[in-house]
């Protein structure tokens, strides 16, 4: 089980606006040196295609930045596929940085290197990337905050695709944990030949218009810019902090005197509450009584350390609880995505994404990729990755 987490750590800053990490890479390569006269190691061939059919060519922007896995520091990539070191010296636009291809400009040979990261597209405007220092003086990329109205992109139509290559692959995801902008479906090629992320014809429209219909998660909606996750609402002050405590006051209730059985890859482990923690047998930690915050963040009482034991069944209990299946059935998890969503209270958010696209997929919470249902594709003998920026 892949857990989105481990693409992209890090901490937030001011406004929720967030700091790419440089531990925080799914599967960090041990030995990886670089060829002697070769910038970009593990060159892997990829390509992007517009069909919005909103925005031409050149009005949009890619921005490829994250961390360089072959001397672990953060850098961004040019049109050459070159990684290069970020430096506080790269703040030369108003304060930002400029690391803007032109898609346009793109060539077709365009290369990503052994990184882990993002590849933004901005359509219309551009980002607001700095570079700060971290806590240990490091340079450090600040990444868009597209959930924070004073974000400098706000305004700015953008989304990404999260990805780590390294010499054991390419592992790549679109996302809507934090938001949802523009549409973007993702093919890898190699051992395989896998797509996910395309949306249904009208999709887009059809998820604006059930989101901004839905009296809960209204709030979301701003205008046909973008769609902020849950959990930014909530600490933005538009969406309620105690919206799951009835169904988490149900769940809690009804395993004080019933079993809820896990099971992972290390095992099925057995619980109950016992007054405000549901406790498991084998060596998983307690987990609290989980706020609402804490459900839609999948974090804090749900929080899933990469322990192999009580992370797994974090993990599924968060996901159980996004997708309201924890009164329905006491075996988790579950995989029939026509019993998701289907409760009163739920995230409503998450669930729009998976009825709007071709596979059913979407990464519409962190956990989202329990039981496979996140827009996540991986291929460890890759050879090429399309992305494509489809109709709106």
């Known amino acids: 089980m892949i857990n989105r987490r481990l693409f992209l750590g890090g901490v937030t800053l001011a406004a929720g606006v967030p700091l790419l990490g440089a531990a ?24 992007v295609t517009n069909n919005s059919g909103r925005y031409g060519d050149d009005e949009v922007l890619v921005y490829v930045v994250g961390t360089d896995l072959v001397n672990d520091v953060h850098c961004w990539v040019d049109s050459n596929g070159t990684p290069h070191p970020v430096s506080v010296d790269d703040n030369t636009d108003d304060g930002y940085t400029d690391y803007a291809i032109p898609l346009g400009a793109l060539p077709a040979d365009m290369t990503l290197p052994y990184m882990s990261g993002r590849i933004y597209f901005a359509l219309g405007g551009k980002l607001g990337i700095r570079v700060v220092e971290d806590g240990n003086g490091n340079p450090a990329l600040q990444l868009p905050a597209g959930w924070v109205e004073a974000d400098h992109g706000f305004d700015v139509l953008h989304d990404s695709v999260e990805f780590t290559h390294n010499e054991d692959g390419m592992f790549c995801n679109t996302s809507m944990v934090d938001q949802f902008s523009v549409p973007i479906g993702i093919r890898l090629t190699g051992d395989a030949d896998q797509s996910t992320g395309f949306l249904l014809p009208g999709g887009r429209d059809a998820i604006f218009e059930t989101l901004a219909a839905d009296p809960d998660f209204s709030a979301l909606v701003f205008d046909d810019h973008r769609i902020i996750a849950p959990g930014h609402a909530l600490d933005a002050g538009i969406f309620p902090t105690d919206y799951y405590d009835p169904y988490v006051d149900r769940v809690w209730s009804h395993y004080t005197g019933t079993d809820l059985s896990v099971t992972t890859n290390a095992g099925t482990f057995t619980g109950r509450v016992e007054g405000d923690q549901l406790l498991f047998d084998g060596g998983v930690s307690p987990i609290p009584r989980p706020s609402t915050r804490d459900v839609f963040f999948c974090d804090g009482a749900l929080d899933a350390p990469n322990d192999g034991i009580t992370g797994p069944v974090a993990a599924i209990v968060g996901a159980a609880l996004n997708r309201s299946t924890l009164l329905d059935t006491a075996q988790q998890p579950t995989d029939d995505p026509a019993e998701f ?40 003998g890759p050879s090429g990755l399309e992305i494509t920026l489809t109709p709106f």
Request: glycine share 10%; proline share 5%.
């Open 24 to 47: 925080g890479c799914a599967t960090r390569p041990q030995s990886i040196t670089p060829t002697s006269g070769t910038a970009n190691v593990g060159a892997l061939p990829v390509s």
């Open 341 to 380: 969503y289907q409760a009163d209270i739920a995230n409503r958010y998450a669930g729009v994404f998976h009825d709007h696209t071709e596979d059913g997929k979407a990464y519409g919470f962190a956990f989202d990729d329990v039981e496979d249902f996140a827009s996540y594709v991986q291929d460890h």
